[in-house]
């Protein structure tokens, strides 16, 4: 049994591992290392409720500092882990911390393109930059949004709510197409151009001004786009340049068991690229909900319970008054099969491969999503006349 243990990182997976770690009854020494200067958060609410005014800080809070002093629970705070070796972690001024166990949860940050740097470029990671984004999205601003995603689409949808004039710059044919498809991503650009945005896709960035009447970005195509803020959406990297002596494909490569290549040294959450026993191979997700699985599924093997993470991800997203929400994994597929209507953005999508269901996906289609993540457990592979069948309950086949 571990008699100490570092956490470093201070997001998702690090709070819901020490909360964890602490109800199922661990009592030794928890030291969390955070880089920046407020307790752990959620992030979520970034891009929506708290990017919008509708939440304050506390609301966010996932670590209570109050919580923390009655549990035995450390927090460093402002302090940057610069070197990771072993269970060792060496910060920035020169001290040098070990303890039994570490968890590695450091996370990630936006990926930053290149030649989109300025006074009106605004990244979306922390609250501290949501605050900033906020004070931009004034009714009548003109906010271009670089970037499709999930996050820049819950922005776009946000700074429209607030009365905000909305440009989206996307790089591919359709938002989300890389893991959605060209059909369902045409629905994706159908619900945000219904909305009112401004969507240009095919198009990448190759310039960028800052000018006294505001920004201007140039495309591939020669069109420009002019605003009063670029909020910049392209993905994120995981945080691992602190890490030293670890196996690292994207991310730090962890067991199901959340493991690293280190002896007593685990990860979880968006830093993490873990084998997954259902897909059969590494996968690294960026998800609320992942984040809080694996860091509860770390907890468990770091007190010798061996757990191996299996369930199938799921996430959400709410935005242009829609709910989105997708399970499962499918990087590749052979067919997709469609209940509801696409016209109408009313629909599920269910991604088969080789006859099995490995990813679903629904607009306003909460409950299929939640009977298809368990049919993905199950390795089902169902008839795609049900599945396609409104009438028929999907649950029949569990």
Excluded at 140 to 150: K, N, S, T, Y
Excluded at 311 to 326: G, T
Aim: hydrophobic residues 40%; charged residues 25%.
């Amino acid at each position: 049994m571990i008699r100490s243990l570092i956490v470093v990182g201070g997001g998702q997976s690090a709070a819901v591992a020490i909360r964890t770690l602490r109800r199922r009854g661990y009592d030794g020494s928890v030291l969390l290392i955070g880089e920046e200067h407020v307790p752990p958060y959620q992030r979520p609410p970034l891009s929506k409720e708290y990017l919008a005014g509708e939440a304050e800080p506390g609301e966010l809070t996932l670590l209570d500092p109050g919580w923390c002093a009655a549990n035995d629970v450390e927090l460093r705070l402002g302090v940057r882990a610069e070197s990771v070796r072993g269970p060792e972690v060496r910060l920035a001024g020169g001290a040098t911390l070990t303890a039994d166990a570490l968890l590695i949860a450091t996370g990630g940050r936006p990926r930053r393109l290149p030649g989109l740097e300025g006074e009106r470029v605004r990244y979306l990671r922390t609250v501290a930059d949501a605050d900033r984004l906020r004070d931009d999205l004034k009714p009548g601003a003109r906010v271009i949004v670089v970037g499709a995603g999930f996050v820049g689409s819950e922005v776009a949808s946000t700074a429209l709510a607030r009365g905000a004039e909305v440009t989206v710059l996307e790089c591919l044919p359709n938002p989300l197409q890389r893991i959605l498809g060209d059909e369902i991503g045409r629905a994706c650009a159908a619900l945000q151009r219904a909305s009112g945005v401004d969507l240009r896709t095919g198009v990448t960035v190759t310039g960028y001004a800052e000018t006294g009447q505001g920004a201007v970005v140039t495309t591939g195509t020669g069109e420009t786009a002019e605003g009063d803020v670029v909020v910049v959406g392209a993905g994120m990297v995981p945080n691992t340049e602190a890490l030293d002596g670890f196996a690292l494909d994207d991310g730090v490569l962890v067991d199901e068991h959340c493991r690293t290549s280190v002896e007593g040294v685990y990860a979880a959450g968006d830093v993490a690229r873990h084998y997954h026993p259902l897909y059969g191979r590494h996968v690294r997700v960026e998800h609320f909900d992942h984040a809080s699985a694996h860091g509860m599924a770390a907890a468990k093997n770091l007190l010798g319970r061996a757990t191996p993470y299996t369930a199938p991800h799921w996430f959400w997203s709410d935005q242009f008054d829609r709910n989105l929400q997708y399970a499962g994994h499918a990087d590749r597929w052979d067919e997709i099969v469609v209940r509801g209507s696409l016209d109408e953005l009313d629909f599920a999508a269910f991604y088969l491969r080789e006859g099995r269901l490995e990813a679903a996906f629904g607009m306003e289609r909460g409950g299929e999503v939640a009977v298809a993540r368990q049919l993905i457990a199950a390795r089902v592979t169902p008839d795609p006349r049900v599945l396609a069948d409104e009438d028929a309950d999907l649950t029949d086949m569990l």
